[in-house]
């Protein structure tokens, strides 16, 4: 008896593998068309948050980590990102280690670590597209969901792209999106897209397939607004609590979603 179960047990799983590989193959198309359809619905979307003369949302975000003994955790935060372009952003993100908010008025950045009281400033005069840039390169430092925000985030996000997919429907916080795959050399990322006429990223997600353990960065959007006129919020920074100014080298670690005993694993 308890062989005949053993015997019933092994097909039963064999044949649910083959349905369920069945059912994941048929959803799956063609990888021309596969590949066609994602990269008409990434452009929409890059064509959407491009003609916005203004936008605002607030996130949801989790960088998950690697220690020193491969134990993968997620530090989460949330924050505010809102924009006028060319040239306008202010943004917030609040951990469980960091507490900041970006100021940028077109001419000057400011980042103030506001459980520390502590702000610094650096000249960056140029539009939103030249402050990411800025950050990335010198700064080493990007703002929340940056490459969505750029006017042309389509040629931003498939540059170097070598595989691309599909993967039909899912639901982001009650929203039906469009949910595609996107592979470059060196990382993976995906991202879902809000069905219907205002195409905006419901959440973005970013895997390392450098560093041991496959970091990854996801941002969940929610409430995203979209309005006609210039966003509501201070471009400007005002110090209203009387804060510090130092050197960007003395606000670093304030600045971190990593505490300082945190350490992630080596490059491959």
């Not at 064999?14 to 021309?32: D, E, I, N, R």
């Not at 491009?50 to 960088?63: E, N, V």
């Not at 020193?68 to 917030?92: M, N, Q």
């Not at 389509?154 to 540059?159: G, I, R, S």
Request: charged share 25%; aromatic share 8%.
């Amino acid at each position: 008896m308890t062989k005949a179960i053993h015997r019933l047990t092994k097909v039963s799983c064999a044949a649910l593998g083959v349905a369920l590989l069945a059912l994941f193959s048929g959803m799956v198309a063609p990888a021309s068309a596969d590949e066609a359809s994602a990269k008409k619905l990434l452009k929409a979307m890059s064509d959407y948050i491009g003609k916005q003369s203004s936008l605002a949302f607030d996130y949801d975000a989790a960088l998950e980590v690697v220690t020193k003994d491969d134990e993968k955790l997620a530090l989460v935060s949330s924050g505010t990102v809102s924009l006028a372009r060319p040239d306008k952003i202010h943004a917030t993100r609040n951990g469980g280690f960091a507490d900041i908010e970006t100021l940028f008025d077109g001419k000057t950045l400011t980042l103030v670590g506001k459980n520390a009281n502590l702000y610094t400033q650096i000249d960056i005069p140029g539009t939103i597209e030249h402050l990411v840039d800025e950050l990335r390169e010198k700064y080493h430092r990007h703002l929340p969901a940056a490459d969505l925000l750029l006017s042309n985030s389509y040629d931003e996000l498939l540059q170097d792209v070598t595989e691309v997919k599909d993967l039909g429907s899912g639901v982001v916080g009650g929203v039906e999106c469009d949910f595609l795959a996107f592979r470059k050399p060196d990382i993976d990322f995906q991202i879902w897209i809000a069905q219907g006429d205002k195409p905006y990223p419901c959440r973005f997600s970013v895997a390392s397939r450098r560093v041991s353990g496959n970091p990854q960065y996801t941002v969940q959007i929610k409430n995203w607004r979209a309005p006609s006129g210039t966003v509501s919020g201070a471009f400007v920074f005002k110090n209203a609590t009387g804060a510090k100014k130092v050197e960007l080298t003395d606000l670093q670690d304030r600045l971190s979603d990593l505490p300082g005993h945190f350490k992630i694993g080596a490059d491959k």
